[in-house]
């Protein structure tokens, strides 16, 4: 017979007892950068029998570390019951998405968290260090404001916030 050994205790906590939830309330997206858009649409729909809501993304407000952004991107959203799967295809300009390609990687890019107040939640990110990456209002969720940050060294996939 088989038999698991646990080296280490775990000790489990009360969720998010080590944060600020209102800085980071909760965990809302998952993003993933692709290189062939159609692929993925077919393999959620074999998959999950999925059909997704599709955007192109170009919005001149969008900003690129700290400069505006000509980008242009194709989206699909694909919403389960608790979270929303998101996977974005970089078509031209610089992005961060087009980075993350260029730099060899495809798939989970980003995970999103919704904050209370994007500026508070800002500025706890910059006094730890971490830079924006890019930033803009929300095309899907008016009058919303989105920002990526620079976490992949630490995390392996970046953090994004949205204001609630």
């Known amino acids: ?5 646990i080296h280490k205790q775990w ?3 009360k969720e998010n007892e080590n ?3 209102t800085k980071f309330s909760k965990v809302t997206q998952v993003g993933f ?3 062939d858009m159609d ?3 077919a393999g959620m729909k074999a998959i999950f029998g999925a059909e997704p809501k599709l955007a192109t993304l170009q919005n001149p407000e969008n900003k690129y570390r700290g400069q505006p952004s000509d980008c242009v991107a194709q989206l699909a959203y694909f919403n389960f019951a608790n979270i929303e799967l998101e996977f974005i295809m970089p078509i031209s300009g610089k ?3 087009q980075d993350f390609l ?3 990687h495809e798939g989970i890019h980003h995970v999103r968290f919704e904050v209370d107040d994007n500026a508070t939640a800002t500025k706890a990110m ?3 260090g971490i830079t924006i990456y890019a930033q803009g209002p929300s095309l899907a969720y008016p009058g919303k404001q989105w920002t990526y940050f620079d976490t992949f060294d630490q995390l392996r996939f970046i953090v994004e916030m949205i204001n609630t």
């Not at 017979?1 to 050994?5: G, P, V």
């Open 102 to 104: 260029d730099e060899g």
């Open 39 to 41: 692929k993925a649409i």
């Open 19 to 21: 944060m600020d939830a």
């Open 1 to 5: 017979m088989n038999r698991i050994r």
């Open 11 to 13: 000790t489990l906590r």
């Open 95 to 97: 992005s961060i998405w």
């Open 126 to 128: 910059t006094d730890k």
């Open 33 to 35: 950068v692709v290189r």
